[in-house]
């Protein structure tokens, strides 16, 4: 019968699923739809095995989520009419975490080998009750539910260090990823803005390293450092017993936390606490954001007392964590210092090594043994590859996918969790109108879109990605509602990702799921973005001319917009179709549903028709694959770039953009400019200058003009600007456009010394 149902259930279509209102996120394997209803009310009664005590607390926590819905205290293994029960089963079909669920009208059988699958059960028929008020009917369609996870880590991960929360934020995190079936929380504790865990053997970590000067009303990367007397007050930590209650809290929800101790970078407020862990020893108060003049922010390679104390600490955090994995960072190491350090050279000729990079596998590789001899394993950013990987550890791959192919295919277990689309902090729409992010655009469908496994695997590689998780950097979250604002609904994307088959995968079924859901946060206040009603606007190129494609990712919405860069309404333009534009102007676009405008303000996108539109470019030294914008043309697109760097730009890390145009016939041009874009916050900076060339065959060129950058690379507000020169008329047929690299990141900057990016959008011939 249950292979029946499975077989059914592929072939219903998903209106049907729709319509008896399965709304459970993330969707189950197999659903096989019944008719009529159970309710839950007076004459319905828990039926279960009060001798085990994992069952036992299931039934207690559903009973008790009845109860806070309406108002009902279930009564438990009663005659009534109609019975729920919850059982431990041998189910060999759906594993460690699966679950079986069976509905009608007078009886809801839930069935699974474990406490966890249980939990998952419970969860999704909690999912299937309306966004109800106290004392309103609890109404459940029937139906039949075969389900079990695709992947087994299934993450979501907080910086505790730039901000703290409490243990109730962190309790109510835990919740939110327990209701969308997520079951590792991975809990970044150490990190240069603050030390957030109590190692009683070391007290000033959380004496001086837990508290700063408080510079809140300044964004992360402008405030100035703390000076000698002013008091530092804004801060915390989490006592052992704190940390011990949080873990027996996130284990009776089947969420594992895998604790992350940084190192050897990205531990300022370490040093803050015991300056003779760095290379230069020199005392050195908290850092208060992103400012790191003189700071010192890796602990000294080349000193085996720092192996020592963090033997010590890691002692104290494996003694306090069951998880099978200690997570050690490992990534953006300034390896300046080390070069600078006669400790650290003198490690690394001891060990015959040939160079930094080396020496930090070398420091990673001693952690490893010291984890290891606790029975504990490690896992790193995808920097730990670097210098050569530790013989056990795993991998966490955030630079997009390649430390994590590279890692597979060296059989080491991965976690994928790319900085695209796993970004949390990062924009979700706008970003004009949102809260200040740090950057990047990672919108709810690129999070669905999202599949785990890198193509570039083989089945038996693949067997290596454990899974993926949401990280959430907290540079620019510093309240409990704008971390709820972020991870909502990405969360509940990504956990249907990571839970379900990939051949169940539906962005309209999920759109049409999620109107329940956010109805319940609505009820609950909590917060969650509505930037999926964001309108995308695009183009397509047809020989030479500009079509332009509107959408968005909000189900039955309709989009309105302008093309005078007037504000649209319901009185604008009904977008249909795609529609040709032969005329530079500003197209401004809102999603409407059920005739309310559902953005929070309007997309808008700049075209620029020029001579050059849909000519094709070539480069000198190639764009960076991580911005590849929309092609080989982006900077002949017609298409000018936003604010929003992660769409419509090209980047170049550590080189200069040389691009050649050939408008294809001889024509008369008087003008050229190259648009580009700062972006401090994200390691963004103008180029030094543009120098502007023409030609006639292609190969002896003469320079019209140059533009020189007068504007300081230190400057910290996001804006664009448009590299321009203006000459006599005369005939042209090939274009060479050329941005000088602004070199490495400033004095001060957190990425000091290291390569920058540039960015370039179009190149506008007139």
Known sequence: ???????????????????????????????????GSFIIDENASLQFNEQQKEVKAVADFFSSTVKKLSGIQLAKNAGKAKRIFIQLQSLSEVGKEGYQLTINPTSLMLAANSKAGLLYGVQSVLQLLPAVRTNEV???????????????????????????????????????????????????????????IEIKKYPLLTKVGAWRVDKNNLPW???????????????????????????????????????????????????????????????????????????????????????????NVLTEVIDLFPSAYIHIGGDEVDKGPWKKCARCQAKIKANGLKNEEELQSYFIKQIEKMVIAKKRKIIGWDEILEGGLAPDAAVMSWRGEAGGVEAAKMHHEVIMS???????????????????????????????????????????????????????????????????????????????????????????????????????FDQKGIHYSKGNFRVNINTISEQGNLKVNMFTEADNAKIYYSIDGSTPDIGSLLYTQPFYINSSQIIKAVTVVDGLVMSTKPSEQIFAIHKGVAKNVNYLTPYSTYYPANGNNTLTDGIRGTLDHGKN??????????????????????????????????????????????????????????????????????????????????????????????????????????????????????
Request: charge should be negative; charged fraction near 15%; glycine fraction near 8%.
């Open 1 to 35: 019968m249950k292979k029946i149902s499975i077989a059914l259930w592929l072939l219903l279509p998903t209106w049907l699923i729709a319509q008896n209102h399965i709304n459970i996120i993330p969707q189950p394997v197999a659903v096989f739809p019944i008719t």
């Open 649 to 766: 730009w090209h980047g170049f890390n550590g080189a200069d953009l040389t691009a050649t145009i050939d408008l294809g016939t001889v024509q008369q041009v008087s003008s050229i400019s190259l648009g580009c874009i700062q972006n401090y916050r994200s390691w963004i900076f103008l180029p030094k200058l543009v120098q502007f060339e023409v030609s006639l065959d292609g190969i002896k060129y003469v320079q019209v003009g140059n533009d020189i950058n007068n504007l300081s690379n230190t400057e910290q507000s996001v804006f664009i600007k448009n590299f321009k020169t203006n000459f006599t008329e005369q005939a042209v047929r090939f274009i060479r456009v050329t941005a000088k690299d602004a070199g490495n990141c400033p004095k001060g900057h957190p990425g000091e010394g290291k390569p920058g990016w540039m960015f370039a959008d179009e190149i506008v011939i007139q």
């Open 418 to 520: 790319p900085g695209n689309p796993c970004y949390f902090d990062n924009y979700q729409a706008g970003p004009e109108g949102e809260p200040l992010a740090i950057g990047g655009m990672n919108t709810l469908k690129s999070v669905y879109d999202y599949e785990p496994i890198p193509k570039e695997l083989n089945s038996s590689e693949a067997k290596y990605v454990l899974g993926a998780q949401g990280n959430v950097w907290t540079e620019y979250i510093s309240t409990a509602a704008h971390l709820e604002y972020m991870i909502l609904p990405r969360m509940l994307a990504l956990s249907e990702v990571l839970w379900s088959p990939k051949s169940t995968l539906n962005w309209n079924n999920f759109n049409n799921k999620l109107k329940n859901h956010t109805k319940g």
């Open 221 to 311: 990367g402008q405030r100035p450092q703390a000076k000698a007397g002013e008091q530092a007050t804004y801060g915390g930590y989490y006592t052992q017993e704190q940390i011990k209650e949080i873990i027996a809290y996130a284990a009776e929800k089947n969420i594992t936390i895998v604790p992350e101790i940084e190192m050897p970078g990205h531990v300022a407020s370490a040093i803050a606490a015991y300056p003779e862990l760095s290379c230069s020893q020199i005392p050195q108060l908290p850092l208060t954001g992103g400012n790191y003049n003189n700071i010192s922010s890796n602990y000294c390679a080349g000193n085996d007392n720092v192996y020592q104390f963090l033997q």
């Open 138 to 196: 609890l109404e459940i369609p029937c139906m039949q539910v075969t389900d079990y996870p695709r992947f087994k880590w299934r993450g979501m991960h907080l910086d505790v260090s730039r901000h703290f929360f409490g243990p109730d934020v962190i309790k109510a995190y835990i919740d939110l990823m327990a209701t969308y079936k997520m079951n590792v929380f991975h809990w970044h504790l150490v990190d240069d803005g603050g030390w957030r």
